[in-house]
């Protein structure tokens, strides 16, 4: 029988908060000095080939582990081992064939899918990244396994050490080869074989903890006949699809944008092949800083979800609890987007200072849009809890077309160039959370009131923005003559930037708390947040 012992949801989307904070600080020790290695020209190499491989794992990955954890979670509750064994098995044999799918597409035709991205030379990265589609499907059939019995700790640990792998193996081969006089191709290629090898290791860590933790095959006494295999891969599928679809869609999109820059920068605005991969390099890199507010934001999904269905199956107020979660996500978010504006310029200056100056503007364009994107993430999970699947799909289409219509329209105009794409990308978030939110409106008994969503925090952040900047301002007045410097960034960059992030996290927490932007009914959200919210005397 297998081991009932795990978590309950709140403490597991505790276990996932940590483990995706500290796979987001993992990350960026990989990405930022990974940048400055492959300079602008070899991070779109490296980000390209990303976006490829990242399109055949959504679609390999992104429904049927939700649907495998959900079936095993309600197989495990009725004690039906032979049950649980059976969709196990079934998925695990799912995974294979659609990661084998994946890995072979990217192992034959290499060439021509960076080729279709206005970026052949990327074509080596491709091939390289192959065997990682496979690796990670059948990783992803061991998580959902463990899930299924609402242990989230093998998916954090194997996450961390993937990371981590990663982080030294890809970081290692890039550094080595550049060190070496490589190419740029060959270094950015040399960080991707650690991204291979990453996968490998969590693979075999997944298997390890799986088969030690549980009675993967069940014994003697599990009396119960499991349903045919071809009705678990139906309810697989049948569940499995619809998230793959939505997920998919916005992957798809993602790799759309990026081949649409690349190629409008070369034949629409004008630039050389080398200039036009140097500017979307920035771009990417600039999209590395914009992606972290995310992680606050993911593992809240999973406590968010069932509190809402539980209300809607309870006839509760189901539009209360969605405006607590908005109000919460914008307490998070809000701040790191203004954050991310205001002090974009010496953000891009201390993280990447060989790059490209256009950095900063688009930095500050995408901090605008990372509001709206995080809120869309937020909306786009409330939907679902209510009972409205398929809602979100079309918000995403919509989201999708005004994104591939504005990039290309302001990437090909010169005098916009590459500063179009972030505005593409705030266009597709501003449609996507619009539609979310009149959808909100029509499926709940009221519409939500956005200014007890946005009010007090927006006062809040405006306030530390002036804050930031202010003593930004000074200090890097006043350290003007400074010429030292700390790994290449200068310090009157480093030190005034570090004290306005300071500066700026401790003024928002004061206006927050003082004007009550956050209350004790949202601090019930979080795991032990009702504890925390008496500490704070947030009432």
């Given at each position: 029988?297998?081991?009932?012992?795990?978590?309950?949801?709140?403490?597991?989307?505790?276990?996932?908060?940590?483990?995706?904070?500290?796979?987001?600080?993992?990350?960026?020790?990989?990405?930022?000095?990974?940048?400055?290695?492959?300079?602008?020209?070899?991070?779109?190499?490296?980000?390209?080939?990303?976006?490829?491989?990242?399109?055949?794992?959504?679609?390999?990955?992104?429904?049927?582990?939700?649907?495998?954890?959900?079936?095993?979670?309600?197989?495990?509750?009725?004690?039906?081992?032979?049950?649980?064994?059976?969709?196990?098995?079934?998925?695990?044999?799912?995974?294979?064939?659609?990661?084998?799918?994946?890995?072979?597409?990217?192992?034959?035709?290499?060439?021509?899918?960076?080729?279709?991205?206005?970026?052949?030379?990327?074509?080596?990265?491709?091939?390289?990244?192959?065997?990682?589609?496979?690796l990670v499907c059948v990783t992803a059939a061991y998580r959902g396994y463990a899930q299924g019995h609402a242990d989230m700790i093998p998916t954090t640990v194997s996450q961390v050490i993937e990371t981590a792998v990663k982080v030294v193996v890809g970081l290692g081969c890039a550094g080595w080869l550049y060190k070496n006089g490589y190419s740029v191709e060959i270094c950015a290629a040399g960080a991707i074989l650690g991204t291979t090898v990453s996968s490998l290791a969590a693979m075999v860590y997944m298997q390890i903890k799986v088969h030690r933790k549980y009675q993967v095959r069940p014994g003697p006494e599990a009396k119960d006949v499991p349903d045919p295999g071809k009705k678990i891969l139906w309810d697989l599928l049948r569940i499995?699809?619809?998230?793959?679809?939505?997920?998919?869609?916005?992957s798809f999109i993602q790799l759309a944008d990026s081949g649409i820059t690349l190629n409008q920068l070369q034949h629409a605005a004008g630039y050389t092949d080398t200039a036009a991969k140097v500017l979307n390099g920035v771009y990417a890199k600039a999209m590395t800083v914009y992606n972290v507010p995310s992680a606050f934001v993911v593992p809240f999904l999973s406590s968010i979800v069932p509190a809402i269905a539980a209300a809607r199956m309870r006839k509760e107020d189901v539009c209360g609890i969605a405006e607590s979660a908005l109000r919460m996500c914008t307490l998070l978010c809000l701040p790191m987007a203004v954050g991310m504006a205001v002090l974009a310029e010496p953000c891009m200056k201390v993280l990447y200072p060989e790059s490209a100056r256009q950095g900063a503007l688009l930095l500050f364009e995408l901090g605008i849009t990372c509001y709206f994107m995080t809120m869309s993430l937020m909306t786009n999970s409330i939907l679902p809890a209510n009972g409205n699947e398929r809602l979100p799909l079309i918000s995403i289409l919509l989201g999708g077309v005004a994104k591939v219509v504005v990039t290309y329209v302001l990437v090909g105009n010169p005098n916009i160039n590459v500063y179009g794409a972030p505005l593409g990308t705030l266009s597709c978030y501003v449609v996507m959370l619009s539609s979310n939110l009149f959808f909100m409106a029509k499926n709940m008994d009221r519409p939500v009131n956005v200014g007890r969503v946005f009010g007090r925090s927006g006062l809040s952040a405006a306030v530390m923005a002036v804050a930031a900047w202010a003593v930004y301002s000074l200090l890097h007045g006043l350290m003007g003559g400074v010429t030292g410097a700390l790994a290449g960034r200068s310090l009157n960059v480093l030190l005034p930037f570090a004290a306005a992030v300071g500066v700026g996290v401790i003024v928002y927490c004061v206006m927050a708390i003082a004007l009550r932007a956050i209350t004790m009914e949202d601090m019930r959200l979080f795991p032990k947040g009702e504890r925390l919210a008496k500490r704070l005397h947030i009432r």
């Open positions: 029988m297998a081991e009932k012992k795990g978590q309950n949801f709140l403490h597991g989307a505790a276990i996932y908060t940590v483990g995706i904070i500290l796979v987001k600080i993992l990350g960026a020790v990989y990405k930022i000095p990974l940048g400055n290695i492959l300079g602008d020209e070899g991070f779109t190499h490296f980000d390209m080939t990303y976006k490829i491989y990242n399109v055949f794992l959504t679609v390999a990955t992104a429904g049927i582990p939700v649907a495998m954890s959900r079936m095993i979670s309600e197989a495990d509750s009725l004690d039906k081992d032979n049950q649980v064994h059976e969709i196990f098995k079934v998925a695990i044999w799912a995974f294979l064939a659609l990661g084998a799918v994946g890995t072979a597409a990217m192992m034959l035709f290499p060439a021509a899918l960076s080729s279709a991205m206005g970026n052949i030379q990327a074509a080596r990265c491709v091939f390289i990244m192959a065997p990682s589609v496979v499995g699809i619809p998230i793959t679809l939505s997920t998919s869609v916005m």
